[in-house]
C-alpha cells in the first residue's frame, strides 16, 4: 500500500520517527493501526509508555488493562467498576470490548504491570 502525505506530514513523521527509534514507515503503520482502532472504539485513546504505546480510556488516566483488572476485582460488575472510576457503564463497557478484541496487547500489559509490583514489593 502506498500512501501520499504533505510535506509537513512528512516532516513531522521523520521527527517523531527519529525520537522514537523507529523508522517513518513503521510509525506511519503504528499511527494508521491506531486511527482503525480509534475509529471502531471512540472512547479509546493511545499514550507512549513502557513499552510503546498503552490503549487508555480517553479523557482518563485509566489504562484499558487496568480497567480489565477492576472488573475483575469487581467480580465482574461493570456498573460496580463504573462507579469506582466515576465513569458511565458505557464506556466501561467499550474499554472491555476493546480488551476483548486486542486480548494479547492488554494481557501483556497487564503480566508487565504484575512484574513491575513484583519488582518493586522484592
Given at each position: 500500500m502506498s500512501l501520499r502525505i504533505t510535506r509537513d506530514a512528512k516532516n513531522d513523521l521523520d521527527a517523531d520517527a527519529i525520537l522514537k527509534g523507529l523508522a517513518p514507515s513503521t510509525v506511519?503503520?503504528?499511527?494508521?493501526?491506531?486511527?482503525?482502532?480509534?475509529?471502531?472504539f471512540p472512547a479509546i485513546d493511545f499514550r507512549d509508555g513502557h513499552p510503546g504505546r498503552v490503549a487508555y480510556l480517553a479523557g482518563t488516566r485509566w489504562p484499558v488493562w487496568l480497567i480489565v483488572d477492576l472488573v475483575k476485582d469487581d467480580s465482574g460488575d461493570v456498573a460496580a467498576a463504573a462507579k469506582h472510576m466515576n465513569r458511565p457503564a458505557a464506556l466501561v463497557k467499550m474499554a472491555l470490548r476493546y480488551a476483548e478484541s486486542y486480548a494479547d496487547e492488554i494481557q501483556a500489559a497487564m503480566q508487565l504491570a504484575e512484574s513491575r509490583s513484583a519488582d518493586w514489593l522484592a
Open positions: 506511519a503503520a503504528n499511527y494508521v493501526s491506531e486511527g482503525t482502532r480509534r475509529s471502531r
